[in-house]
């Protein structure tokens, strides 16, 4: 009677009365060889294409028949192994390089696909593969341990790092920038200890003062990026994720403190707050502050600045950037102060009145230029040095002719400011007005300033 071959692990299996005398020999091949392998078998294999059959032989070693697949080699692409099509259990792993994926596969049916540096047990009924874990990522239940360092199910996530964070109830998010003491050693790099406490997270930033002098190689003030060691001490990076390239030579005096810089970046242009926003704090909120000239080229309704070119408060609205409260006015030992100075257009609003003290100056901040005006529609000006933000008021003159549909001293609004170029309208945020015609001449236009008054309003200077 010949032998035949197992279906699954194709160990030989002899017939009766067959192989007399040397039957020994192919049982311990099964026993020593096969099962072994079956049972504790590590099969290394290096893959470079997109598809590798694994090899499958009766009764002799091959790859198909470990019971794990390691998987190595450089990828550009998923790469499928396809094994053979009879019941088995595998534990996979790709350590492949290229961060491509390895699906199992019989050749048909369902597959299973092992991301990069990922070990997964893996089994097949002979028709399609199987995760023999119940994993996917909306099933996880994390009850304990930490994600980078923030310890999950916390009130206050201090040091941890998202890509999505919700804020709810007390959530703090930062960390405490009260100093702490520590000191330095002299060393290549620089050796930081704390004095109390644990050491900042690895990357956190940090800045350091004295009550004496620093160590030479250590500034006041500049921020370094902490290394972390161990729960204790900590080397210094002059850059993010650096390597520890900060070093001292010379001691130090006084005490040293440190601080962790505390800010919160958010790295998206916009803050999505689905309900009502409260500030609860007895500080103060910094708007952004710039010049006139760095207010934003394409501004939307509802942004709010610092101007520190006026020296105000402004925001944009209709159109137009407009101040917002009083001039730089302060009280002052009772009292009420006001510039004497107005550099930008105001409208007082219809059914209120005003008053300031006198004497009153209308100036515009922005000097006169000169511009050219192309023939369009509508007619765009240029000018060489400083930008007018929309709304800005303007005259022009000329030393010849202006386009048609531009008249000398009448005052027309800047609107689509954008650079050093902008359109004309008659009224703020009006429409651009068309030019056609011919010019000539050295055209200059020259910024203004005045306040409307509307019916039945009143603008008092005492």
Known sequence: MASTYSNSLRIQLIGTGDQPGVWGTTTNNNLGQLIEEAITGLGAITLSGTTYTLSAYNGIVDESRNA????????????????????KTYIVKNGTSGGK???????????????????????????NFYSAVNYNSSNVQITGGTIDNTTIGATTAVNGTFYDLNAVDNLTVGVSNAP??????????????????STPYNNARVQFTSTGTLPVGITAG?????????????????????SADVNTSSGYTGTISMIVISDVTFNTPTLNIPNNLTLNSTGALTLPSGTTAQQPGT??????????????????????WNQIG???????????????????TQAIASGYSASSAGPITLVSNIAAQ???????????????????PGGTTVILSTTGSLPTGLTAGVTYYVVN????????????GGSPITTSGTQSGTHTVTPTVFVTVPSGSRWVIL
Not at 69 to 82: E, N
Not at 303 to 308: T, V
């Open 370 to 388: 000169t511009g050219t005006i192309t023939i369009a529609s509508p007619g765009v000006v240029t000018v060489p040095t400083t930008a007018l």
């Open 417 to 428: 400011s954008s650079g050093l170029t902008f359109q004309l309208a008659l009224t703020a």
């Open 222 to 242: 500049v921020t370094y990026y902490v290394v972390k060691i161990n729960s204790t001490t900590f080397n210094l990076s002059s850059t993010s994720y650096g």
């Open 68 to 87: 794990v697949l390691s998987f190595s080699g450089s990828i550009s692409a998923d790469c499928t192994v396809i094994a053979p099509a009879v019941p």
């Open 101 to 127: 994926n390895v699906l199992m596969s019989v050749g048909s049916g369902s597959t299973v696909t092992i991301p990069n540096g990922q070990t997964y047990i893996v089994y097949t009924d002979g028709t």
């Open 299 to 320: 501004p939307v309704n509802g942004m709010i600045r610092y101007n520190s070119t006026n020296q105000y408060f402004e925001g944009y609205a209709n159109g137009s």
């Open 180 to 197: 702490q003491t520590v000191t330095i050693t002299t060393a290549t790099p620089a050796l930081v200890t704390m004095a109390v406490g």
């Open 326 to 344: 009083a001039t730089s006015s302060t009280t002052t030992n009772g009292l009420w102060q006001n510039k004497q100075a107005i550099n930008t």
